[in-house]
Every structure is written in C-alpha cells, then in structure tokens.
Nanobody
Framework: QVQLVESGGGLVQAGGSLRVSCAASGRPNSAWRMGWFRQAPGKERDFVAAINWDRGVTYYADSVKGRFTISRDNAENTVYLQMNNLKPEDTAVYFC????????????????????WGQGTQVTVSS
C-alpha cells in the first residue's frame, strides 16, 4: 500500500510562486509514474503534470507549460511541483497521485490511470 502526503500549499498573489511536495511512503520503482492533478470547486479533476520515476520524463498540461516544473528526489521518495507566474485560475486543490505500473498502456493525463492518491493541498492565487 502506498501513502502520499502533500504539503506546501497556501495563498499567493498573482505572479508569485509556490512549491508543493508529495512524499511517498512506499518505495518507488522504475514502473512508477507520479502525477499532479488539480480540482477547483464545482469542476472536474484536471491533469497538471506527471513524471516517470526512472528516467524523469515529464509531461505537462498546456495550461501550465512553461510556468510549472515537476521534479523528483529519488533519495527522499518525493515529487515536487514548482509553480511560477501563478494566475487566479490556478486556484484549486492539488492532488498527488501514483500510477504503479505505467507499462500498462494508459493515458498519463487521465485520473483513472492512477492507483493511489494523496489527500490534497489547497493553492489559492489572489488577483
């Protein structure tokens, strides 16, 4: 069983930066893909970014490309999402997730592809 704990959310002004973290209790392996999703009130959970644990290949939603960076720390079993030039429309609860076997064909940007989820952390961007 994998447990994920997010941290680092908060309130920031538009144009500011924030970094959220996700610590995994299980031991990541080469088959893992870790992703970030976000959900605003009344909206669906949307893909933000993902990273393959072994070689660090990254994927981004068009809406955050060039502003957000996903990375991982192998030694700490932690994935990060650095968010720059934040906009009010980035306001949402951000969730970390793990796809435990990315070798099974699936869409990296689909929530149903992920097996484990964290509890979420709130990010609020004021205008």
């Amino acid at each position: 069983q994998v447990q994920l704990v997010e941290s680092g959310g908060g309130l920031v002004q538009a144009g500011g930066s924030l970094r959220v973290s996700c610590a995994a209790s299980g031991r990541p392996n080469s088959a893992w893909r870790m992703g970030w999703f976000r959900q605003a009130p009344g909206k669906e959970r949307d893909f933000v970014a993902a990273i393959n644990w072994d070689r660090g290949v990254t994927y981004y939603a068009d809406s955050v490309k060039g502003r957000f960076t996903i990375s991982r720390d192998n030694a700490e079993n932690t994935v990060y999402l650095q968010m720059n030039n934040l906009k009010p429309e980035d306001t949402a609860v951000y969730f970390c997730a793990v796809d435990a076997n990315r070798y099974v064909p699936k869409s990296y940007n689909s929530a149903v592809a992920y097996d484990y989820w964290g509890q979420g952390t709130q990010v609020t961007v004021s205008s």
